[in-house]
């Protein structure tokens, strides 16, 4: 489930008789559920207003999964080749590793932007 940059999840709870889910990729705790699966995406876009709402209140701001920067661990030896080869190429590293995310997911890049509706 998709709502203002967040991601959620959907799941069914048999032993509560519910439908459930929570926020991902953010550090805080936010769930939501319904009795139906129709309701769902909307307790999740709830969710997601109150928490943006609960952050105001608190003068804290809400996070924001996804702000395109994440460490990668890698073996030295190919650290190494992609350094290299970027240099030859007279690319950054952090080129190349978009452009081998990109090819690996199958998603376009637009002017350094992904594309990620494919």
Known sequence: MHCKGYEGTAEVDLA???CRGRILFIDDLVTYESRTPDRLQREFE???D???ETCAALG???QRPFK???NVRVPPALHRAAALRATRDGAALNEVV???LSEYLGIGTKEG???ASS
């Open 98 to 100: 978009v452009r081998a």
């Open 68 to 70: 395109g920067l994440f």
């Open 16 to 18: 509560r008789r519910v």
């Open 60 to 62: 804290k701001e809400p």
């Open 50 to 52: 109150d928490y943006i």
């Open 113 to 115: 932007s992904v594309d």
């Open 46 to 48: 709830a969710a997601v």
